[in-house]
């Protein structure tokens, strides 16, 4: 498209107008432009015909704009832009000043205002909920209605409070002769009487909006607590979702209590003036709404009668007494409780590591590797500096299967940032334990020469314990490689591997050998197979000039090997010419994904992109540079579609463990002969910026998991390095689920690892099932999912996990189960060491799309000396999950026996969601 564009206005004017080709924003809908001269922004639709009334909605906004006045900012269509065909793209809007202005959500948290640079005052936070009252007031006096209302739509000034509302072209528009709705609308802000009738909330018109105006008031006025979130009185099960109580009008806050639900403690409602209170009961879930101007006539009037508290300037309230004050003063009480107990306690101290920085050519980013042929001397004195070194970190890794108390775990801000949306009873943990319905193992042993630990032709074929996509329970592929070392965490090989079939049904079966080409090393993680094809793929890499690559220096990987055993293949990767490769490099390296039925195969490193017909290995379909905005980004997952038409990316920008990550995925829809970014995730309304973990989809394209964080804290206390403190960024972990619908992906469910904890507030103990706090990391490969031990002496060990419940999770082809990524609880010691290694499956279910507790799958193992290798995939007919896991037994005269065992989960004998039967004690 040319970047110049004509602009045209409703008394026949045509103005030039022109832009840069890079957007200052982009989204599902559309891209935003600056236009060169700075004074206006320019929205072009990314498929402009694709509602064929949208540009006559356009005109009818720009014929009727709401009236201009003092602290009300629109970003308003001014003149509609088409081409110099005369084709309609989109809309000229106001060029907006953001510099001083951030999302009113970051306004409801104390933590949100400190990192926006927020003022704390309380008085600044009604000033906002005023100017917010006045926009709406502004727009419903024009005959307009917002729908989609809700805190990140919404943009408050830093410094005047003043309002701001953008993407006004979604709004509900009431025109010369015409309505037109708003089709987008945000669970947990819908009014009941549209959810309970199942109707479009835009059908309510205006009165939508008052709904939205009383919860995002009350947020505002009672630090940031939603109004339908409290606690669960004793025997009660509530439903875990915001919108799922507004709509059984689970209100707590009400003149007369709640039989079902109490108010959250950290609440001011109780010093709210009897007017306010009245105001919000009647508008969330009484018999008549308050109107905008009612609202800004009570809200002006209550500001003049606020008074200033003598103790803390920021500090504002109605009554005797501040609540600020006693709120804070029963904070300091409770963490200084919290210090003591865990001062009493005195956990170990876990270490957090600092990666190195590669300077390599763009590769793949493997688990580590055994070390390289070396000199025996050099050996010996290598493995005496180890020991060492394991000495100076005993017990100082950083263990998953730990839990270290935050500081502020019963504080006022955890408890509404982070739990009020996770306080779910223990009866709504409907996991079924279900146990493997078949067992095999098949045990290998060898000589692991610790001083060498090379590869050797005359070891036995070991299984590699990653398995690829596979079909059912019948052909289930597998890949045999060289026994290598104690260290089989290993991907790489230098010979001949073979692949077998294992059927659990009848027997195993070898398909033959593929042979590596001479001189090369393979590169086994996340290794594909096409079942109709019989054809494996794996990374290609070459040798150093100095000759390491397994264990030295890490290979150059530069092409996908495509074998079966008549003969191979290769599938070049290379980045584009004007890309720094080193910067690549040390930002990810690169991924390929193949499709399922197994016909094209797609690479891309955080810059480059390319795709294959794999059919046709010598020339690539597709071979472009991606924007720029990802150079700093590494790749964690690529997946291209059976049509080839769609990619989706997942990308993560390395972070240091005190500083927060950034993290997104792509969606890229194939336009003549380039991929197009059709939606950036990160773009989004209410985007986490902790996201792009990982990411899977269903086979049709309208369901998405993306594993991600949410409610970073940064814990000053509870870790070290070399006996001194660090500070280390926290979260939880979860998975985002995502619907396509006509107006885009919509962010439908989320789900978290769950633990049952005691949680006390102010004294009174709420018994609570929420996620256990753990460390934002960023996967250094996502392709490593294992379990190492380390230990010193005979005493306790501890165990470092590289699985995770929000990273190499999956989604049933037909979009219908969800199993989550592998979690560990065990204990470690020199004597007995003993992993139960689980996942948990969710069904996805009715015309809403809601997630449901199905199943808890679980192995338990024993085992010696290092790893415990794992790996569980389901199959492609949703009937089957296999956990392969493979242990390690090593005698006093360095015998190994390695044993793999292989448990398969039949998901038919499961019941239906709704009729599982509550473990209540388990701990998930």
Same mark, same amino acid.
């Given at each position: 498209?040319?970047?110049?564009?004509?602009?045209?206005?409703?008394?026949?004017?045509?103005?030039?107008?022109?832009?840069?080709? =890079?957007?200052?924003?982009?989204?599902?809908?559309?891209?935003?432009?600056?236009?060169?001269?700075?004074?206006?922004?320019?929205?072009?639709?990314?498929?402009?015909?694709?509602?064929?009334?949208?540009?006559?909605?356009?005109?009818?906004?720009?014929?009727?704009?709401?009236?201009?006045?003092?602290?009300?900012?629109?970003?308003?269509?001014?003149?509609?832009?088409?081409?110099?065909?005369?084709?309609?793209?989109?809309?000229?809007? &106001?060029?907006?000043?953001?510099?001083?202005?951030?999302?009113?959500?970051?306004?409801?948290?104390?933590?949100?205002?400190?990192?926006?640079?927020?003022?704390?005052?309380?008085?600044?936070?009604?000033?906002?909920?005023?100017?917010?009252?006045?926009?709406?007031?502004?727009?419903?006096?024009?005959?307009?209605?917002?729908?989609?209302?809700?805190?990140?739509?919404?943009?408050?000034?830093?410094?005047?409070?003043?309002?701001?509302?953008?993407?006004?072209?979604?709004?509900?528009?009431?025109?010369?002769?015409?309505?037109?709705?708003?089709?987008?609308?945000?669970?947990?802000?819908?009014?009941?009487?549209?959810?309970?009738? =199942?109707?479009?909330?835009?059908?309510?018109?205006?009165?939508?909006?008052?709904?939205?105006?009383?919860?995002?008031?009350?947020?505002?006025?009672?630090?940031?607590?939603?109004?339908?979130?409290?606690?669960? @009185?004793?025997?009660?099960?509530?439903?875990?979702?915001?919108?799922?109580?507004?709509?059984?009008?689970?209100?707590? $806050?009400?003149?007369?209590?709640?039989?079902?639900?109490?108010?959250?403690?950290?609440?001011?409602?109780?010093?709210?003036?009897?007017?306010?209170?009245?105001?919000?009961?009647?508008?969330?879930?009484?018999?008549?709404?308050?109107?905008?101007?009612?609202?800004?006539?009570?809200?002006?009037?209550?500001?003049?009668?606020?008074?200033?508290?003598? =103790?803390?300037?920021?500090?504002?309230?109605?009554?005797?007494?501040?609540?600020?004050?006693?709120?804070?003063?029963?904070?300091?009480?409770?963490?200084?409780?919290?210090?003591?107990?865990?001062?009493?306690?005195?956990?170990?101290?876990?270490?957090?590591?600092?990666?190195?920085?590669?300077?390599?050519?763009?590769?793949?980013?493997?688990?580590?590797?055994?070390?390289?042929?070396?000199?025996?001397?050099?050996?010996?004195?290598?493995?005496?500096?180890?020991?060492?070194?394991?000495?100076?970190?005993?017990?100082?890794?950083?263990?998953?299967?730990?839990? $270290?108390?935050?500081?502020?775990?019963?504080?006022?801000?955890?408890?509404?940032?982070?739990?009020?949306?996770?306080?779910?009873?223990?009866?709504?943990?409907?996991?079924?334990?279900?146990?493997?319905?078949?067992?095999?193992?098949?045990?290998?042993?060898?000589?692991?020469?610790?001083?060498?630990?090379?590869?050797?032709?005359?070891?036995?074929?070991?299984?590699?314990?990653?398995?690829?996509?596979?079909?059912?329970?019948?052909?289930?592929?597998?890949? =045999?490689?060289?026994?290598?070392?104690?260290?089989?965490?290993?991907?790489?090989?230098?010979?001949?591997?073979?692949?077998?079939?294992?059927?659990?049904?009848?027997?195993?079966?070898?398909?033959?050998?593929?042979?590596?080409?001479?001189?090369?090393?393979?590169?086994?993680?996340?290794?594909?197979?096409?079942?109709?094809?019989?054809?494996?793929?794996?990374?290609?890499?070459?040798?150093?000039?100095?000759?390491?690559?397994?264990?030295?220096?890490?290979?150059?990987?530069?092409?996908?090997?495509?074998?079966?055993?008549?003969?191979?293949?290769?599938?070049?990767?290379?980045?584009?010419?004007? #890309?720094?490769?080193?910067?690549?490099?040390?930002?990810?390296?690169?991924?390929?994904?193949?499709?399922?039925?197994?016909?094209?195969?797609?690479?891309?490193?955080?810059?480059?992109?390319?795709?294959?017909?794999?059919?046709?290995?010598?020339?690539?379909?597709?071979?472009?540079?991606?924007?720029?905005?990802?150079?700093?980004?590494?790749?964690?997952?690529?997946?291209?579609?059976?049509?080839?038409?769609?990619?989706?990316?997942?990308?993560?920008?390395?972070?240091?463990?005190?500083?927060?990550?950034?993290?997104?995925?792509?969606?890229?829809?194939?336009?003549?002969?380039?991929?197009?970014?059709?939606?950036?995730?990160?773009?989004?309304?209410?985007?986490?910026?902790?996201?792009?973990?990982?990411?899977?989809?269903?086979?049709?394209?309208?369901?998405?998991?993306?594993?991600?964080?949410?409610?970073?804290?940064?814990?000053? #206390?509870?870790?070290?390095?070399?006996?001194?403190?660090?500070?280390?960024?926290?979260?939880?972990?979860?998975?985002?689920?995502?619907?396509?619908?006509?107006?885009?992906?919509?962010?439908?469910?989320?789900?978290?690892?769950?633990?049952?904890?005691?949680?006390?507030?102010?004294?009174?103990?709420? $018994?609570?099932?929420?996620?256990?706090?753990?460390?934002?990391?960023? &996967?250094?490969?996502?392709?490593?999912?294992?379990?190492?031990?380390?230990?010193?002496?005979?005493?306790?060990?501890?165990?470092?996990?590289?699985?995770?419940?929000?990273?190499?999770?999956?989604?049933?082809?037909?979009? @219908?189960?969800?199993?989550?990524?592998?979690?560990?609880?065990?204990?470690?010691?020199?004597?007995?060491?003993?992993?139960?290694?689980?996942?948990?499956?969710?069904?996805?279910?009715?015309?809403?799309?809601?997630?449901?507790?199905?199943? @808890?799958?679980?192995?338990?193992?024993?085992?010696?000396?290092?790893?415990?290798?794992?790996?569980?995939?389901?199959?492609?007919?949703?009937?089957?999950?296999?956990?392969?896991?493979?242990?390690?037994?090593?005698?006093?005269?360095?015998?190994?026996?390695?044993?793999?065992?292989?448990?398969?989960?039949?998901?038919?004998?499961?019941?239906?969601?709704?009729?599982?039967?509550?473990?209540?004690?388990?701990?998930?």
């Amino acid at each position: 498209m040319s970047n110049t564009l004509y602009c045209h206005y409703p008394d026949g004017r045509k103005e030039t107008i022109r832009h840069p080709a =890079k957007p200052l924003n982009q989204g599902a809908d559309g891209a935003i432009f600056a236009s060169t001269d700075r004074r206006y922004a320019l929205k072009i639709y990314h498929h402009p015909d694709k509602d064929p009334r949208r540009e006559h909605k356009l005109w009818q906004m720009i014929e009727h704009t709401p009236p201009a006045q003092q602290g009300v900012t629109f970003a308003w269509p001014l003149a509609i832009l088409k081409t110099h065909r005369g084709k309609f793209v989109g809309y000229l809007m &106001p060029l907006l000043n953001f510099k001083h202005e951030v999302q009113l959500e970051q306004l409801l948290s104390a933590r949100a205002r400190q990192q926006s640079k927020l003022p704390e005052s309380y008085l600044f936070r009604l000033n906002a909920a005023i100017e917010l009252v006045r926009c709406v007031e502004a727009l419903h006096r024009s005959g307009h209605a917002i729908i989609d209302f809700k805190p990140v739509n919404v943009m408050v000034n830093r410094r005047t409070a003043a309002i701001s509302i953008v993407d006004c072209d979604g709004f509900f528009i009431r025109g010369s002769h015409d309505q037109f709705p708003g089709h987008q609308y945000t669970a947990g802000y819908i009014a009941p009487e549209a959810h309970n009738n =199942k109707l479009p909330p835009d059908q309510l018109d205006q009165a939508q909006d008052l709904f939205a105006l009383a919860v995002i008031v009350f947020q505002l006025l009672n630090n940031g607590i939603h109004p339908f979130q409290g606690v669960p @009185k004793p025997g009660t099960k509530l439903p875990t979702d915001n919108q799922a109580r507004i709509s059984a009008a689970l209100y707590p $806050y009400g003149e007369q209590p709640h039989p079902r639900i109490g108010p959250s403690p950290w609440s001011l409602h109780r010093h709210f003036p009897v007017n306010l209170r009245g105001a919000l009961e009647s508008s969330l879930i009484g018999p008549k709404r308050h109107s905008a101007q009612q609202w800004l006539q009570l809200l002006e009037t209550l500001r003049e009668h606020i008074s200033q508290c003598q =103790k803390t300037a920021d500090h504002y309230y109605w009554g005797e007494e501040c609540p600020h004050c006693r709120q804070s003063a029963g904070q300091t009480q409770q963490l200084a409780a919290t210090a003591k107990a865990a001062a009493q306690r005195k956990p170990r101290k876990p270490t957090i590591k600092t990666r190195p920085t590669r300077h390599t050519a763009a590769q793949p980013t493997p688990p580590p590797a055994p070390t390289a042929t070396i000199s025996t001397g050099f050996a010996w004195f290598m493995i005496v500096a180890v020991i060492l070194v394991g000495i100076i970190f005993f017990n100082n890794d950083h263990s998953d299967d730990s839990r $270290y108390p935050s500081p502020d775990d019963t504080a006022d801000e955890v408890f509404k940032d982070s739990y009020s949306e996770m306080l779910i009873p223990a009866s709504d943990l409907n996991f079924l334990i279900l146990d493997p319905a078949k067992t095999t193992t098949e045990t290998v042993a060898y000589t692991d020469d610790v001083v060498r630990m090379t590869y050797d032709d005359g070891q036995p074929d070991s299984i590699f314990y990653q398995l690829p996509e596979f079909s059912s329970a019948s052909a289930i592929p597998y890949l =045999k490689r060289k026994a290598i070392s104690l260290n089989t965490t290993t991907t790489m090989i230098s010979g001949a591997y073979d692949i077998g079939i294992r059927d659990f049904n009848d027997h195993n079966r070898m398909l033959g050998q593929n042979n590596n080409p001479k001189n090369n090393i393979l590169m086994l993680s996340d290794w594909q197979y096409d079942e109709a094809t019989a054809t494996s793929y794996t990374y290609l890499c070459i040798r150093h000039n100095d000759g390491s690559g397994i264990g030295g220096a890490l290979p150059i990987c530069q092409h996908v090997l495509q074998s079966k055993t008549n003969g191979s293949a290769r599938f070049e990767f290379t980045e584009q010419p004007d #890309t720094d490769t080193s910067t690549a490099a040390q930002a990810g390296g690169w991924r390929y994904d193949l499709s399922n039925n197994g016909r094209y195969l797609a690479m891309a490193s955080n810059r480059t992109l390319i795709v294959y017909k794999t059919n046709n290995p010598k020339q690539p379909l597709v071979q472009q540079l991606l924007p720029a905005d990802q150079l700093q980004q590494s790749i964690n997952r690529i997946i291209i579609d059976d049509s080839g038409e769609q990619i989706y990316l997942a990308l993560t920008a390395p972070a240091k463990p005190n500083e927060a990550f950034s993290g997104t995925v792509l969606e890229l829809q194939k336009t003549g002969q380039e991929y197009q970014i059709s939606t950036d995730f990160s773009t989004l309304t209410d985007p986490n910026t902790l996201s792009g973990i990982d990411v899977a989809i269903n086979a049709d394209g309208t369901i998405m998991a993306i594993g991600e964080y949410t409610d970073s804290y940064l814990n000053t #206390t509870d870790y070290t390095s070399l006996g001194s403190p660090v500070d280390v960024l926290e979260g939880f972990a979860r998975i985002s689920l995502w619907q396509r619908t006509s107006e885009g992906w919509q962010q439908i469910s989320t789900v978290h690892e769950l633990k049952s904890a005691n949680v006390t507030i102010n004294g009174e103990a709420f $018994y609570t099932d929420k996620p256990p706090r753990e460390l934002i990391t960023v &996967p250094q490969t996502i392709s490593a999912y294992y379990f190492r031990a380390s230990w010193f002496g005979g005493g306790q060990g501890s165990i470092q996990s590289h699985a995770a419940f929000n990273r190499h999770f999956q989604l049933s082809r037909d979009g @219908k189960i969800l199993m989550s990524g592998l979690t560990l609880n065990g204990q470690n010691n020199r004597q007995n060491s003993t992993m139960t290694v689980s996942t948990h499956l969710y069904g996805i279910t009715g015309s809403d799309v809601a997630l449901a507790a199905i199943a @808890k799958l679980a192995v338990s193992r024993q085992y010696d000396q290092n790893y415990l290798l794992v790996d569980a995939r389901m199959s492609k007919d949703a009937a089957t999950i296999i956990f392969n896991t493979t242990t390690n037994v090593r005698s006093v005269s360095r015998q190994i026996q390695q044993t793999t065992r292989f448990d398969l989960f039949d998901l038919n004998s499961l019941s239906q969601p709704e009729s599982v039967t509550t473990d209540g004690g388990s701990t998930y």
